[in-house]
C-alpha cells in the first residue's frame, strides 16, 4: 500500500500561484497513476488533475483547466500540482491521490471507496 504526504498548501492571493507536492512511499511509484482532488468546505470532493504513470496523459477538471498543470518526477515519487491565476473558489483542502490503472480512472476515486490510496491533504486559501 502506497502512502502519500502531501505539501505546499498555504495562503495566496487571487491571481497568486502555489505548488503543490505530492510524495509517495512504500509502493513502485511508476506504476500508480496519480491524481489531485480537493474539496471545499461543504462540498463533495471534486477532480482537480490526473497523470498516467508514464506521465504520458494528463487530465483536467473543467474548472482548472489551462491554471493548473500536473507533473510528476518518478525518480523522486513525487507529483506536483503547479496553480496559477489562484481564485477564490480554489480554495480547498487539496487530496494527492494514487491507483493502480488507467489515468482515466480518476473519476472511480471518486466512487469506490478502495480504489485510490489516499493522502491526508493540504489547505490551500486563496485570499479575494
Known amino acids: 500500500q502506497v502512502q502519500l504526504v502531501e505539501s505546499g498548501g498555504g495562503l495566496a492571493q487571487a491571481g497568486g500561484s502555489l505548488r503543490l507536492s505530492c510524495l509517495a512511499s512504500?509502493?513502485?511509484?511508476?506504476?500508480?497513476?496519480m491524481g489531485w482532488f480537493r474539496q471545499a468546505p461543504g462540498k463533495e470532493r471534486d477532480f482537480v488533475a490526473a497523470i498516467s504513470w508514464s506521465a504520458g496523459n494528463t487530465y483536467y477538471g473543467d474548472s482548472v483547466k489551462g491554471r493548473f498543470t500536473i507533473s510528476r518526477d518518478n525518480a523522486k515519487n513525487t507529483v506536483y500540482l503547479q496553480m496559477n491565476s489562484l481564485k477564490f473558489e480554489d480554495t480547498a483542502v487539496y487530496y494527492c491521490a494514487a491507483w493502480e490503472s488507467w489515468g482515466s480512472s480518476w473519476y472511480h476515486a471518486l466512487s469506490q471507496p478502495d480504489f485510490a490510496s489516499w493522502g491526508q491533504g493540504t489547505q490551500v486559501t486563496v485570499s479575494s
Open positions: 512504500g509502493g513502485t511509484f511508476s506504476t500508480y497513476s
